[in-house]
């Protein structure tokens, strides 16, 4: 009889305590596979365009990208005018005048990219309170960076999980931490157009925005992968060479 009641108590505890597990942890991001992933993982150009067309157009209005300059999107296929014309459509500080006076220029192409707000009490005042981080290394810096940012972007709900209690001016996403996220949604189908004027969904925009952010946080991947698998082919090629001389140096000694 005891018993019983000893298994009801600890059934009952246990179903409390998982419940609020359920409640404020957050899901394991999706899993994709990406261009960049192995050790044979490689830049998707396009993609990465197309991600920094959605990060200009939705994203950079409250996300900074400040480790990028202008001259970065050479390596991704703009050309010099394009550059020119994607900078000067941004303002910095000019250089103080003669009688100290800070105007604003539009950015030249050796800028960084320009960020949304001043500073961080600016950003915060826009946004409830809550900062927008810096984008540049997002995907270096959570675990799983990638496939999180992909689950971020598409893993907005209206239908929260029963126990979450969603604050005001929160939105449900079980993937961000306690379940809730100072971001509105910022993707919905439509919102971009592409060059070949398609009208990309919202998980082809975060696939995008991924390749694009990807990018940013670690642009010298592919070189890096390159001397990787070159080092694997001299040793082998050394492996090689070492097993043949040591089969003719030791061929008399039985
Ligand atoms: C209206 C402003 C706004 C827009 C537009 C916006 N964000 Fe955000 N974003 C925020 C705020 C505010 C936060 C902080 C959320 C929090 O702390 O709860 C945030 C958080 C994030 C995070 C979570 C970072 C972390 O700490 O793990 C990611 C990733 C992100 N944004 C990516 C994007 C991308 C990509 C876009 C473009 C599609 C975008 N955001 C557009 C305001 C915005």
Redesign the pocket.
Known sequence: MQNKIFKAIYVTILAAVSNLAMASSQLPPKQIEWSFDGIFGYFDKTAIQRGFK??KE??Q???SLKYTSYLDLKKIGFSKDEIKAIASESQVDAAPNEEEVVKKRPAEITDMFVPAYPNEQA?RS???G????D?SL?VK??PDGAN??YS??TGYSNHPHANVVIDPG?YYNPY??NQ?????P??SQGLVTYDNNESPSIEQ??KD?VHF?HWTAEPEMEARKLMGIKVLLYLIAFTAIFYIAKKRIWKNVK
């Not at 809550?130 to 981080?133: I, K, M």
């Not at 809730?180 to 509105?184: D, K, N, R, S, W």
């Open positions: 959605v990060y939705v994203c209005t409250c996300h950003a826009a946004n409830n809550a900062l927008p981080p984008l997002i810096a959570r999180y940012l971020i972007l929160m961000f931490a809730q996220i100072a971001m509105p910022p993707l925009m975060s925005l952010l």
